[in-house]
């Protein structure tokens, strides 16, 4: 079994900063692409970042410049740090990755429980 674990979400004024963390555990031979995706209320889950087994990384326009997107491969863990949030970044935040499993031919891709990130303006 694998399982994605999220921490960091928090509430925080607008135009601070927090740090979201997802580790990845269980029986992983390999982790390809990472991310993080949104959803807030009402609306559909959205791309935030994500980051390739080799440090590339994709950002939605609306976080560029704003949010960093990290990953310790050592550790099966994917880092976001989100500076100058904004209220509009309120949403719960999930982690998601490929994942290659030990004795398993083929890539699956999981998702974290997710964690909620709530700007107050």
């Known amino acids: 079994q694998v399982q994605l674990v999220e921490s960091g979400g928090d509430l925080v004024q607008a135009g601070g900063s927090l740090r979201l963390s997802c580790a990845a555990s269980?029986?992983?031979?390999?982790?390809?692409?990472m991310g993080w995706y949104r959803q807030a209320p009402g609306k559909q889950r959205e791309l935030v970042a994500t980051?390739?087994?080799?440090?590339?990384?994709n950002y939605a326009d609306s976080v560029k410049g704003r949010f960093t997107i990290s990953r310790d491969n050592a550790k099966n863990t994917v880092y976001l740090q989100m500076n100058s949030l904004k209220p509009e970044d309120t949403a719960v935040y999930y982690c998601?990755?490929?994942?290659?499993?030990?004795?398993?031919?083929?890539?699956?891709?999981?998702w974290g429980q997710g964690t909620q990130v709530t700007v107050s303006s």
């Open positions: 998601n990755a490929d994942i290659w499993r030990i004795g398993v031919a083929f890539r699956t891709n999981y």
């Open positions: 269980g029986s992983i031979r390999g982790i390809n692409d």
């Open positions: 980051i390739t087994s080799g440090g590339i990384t």
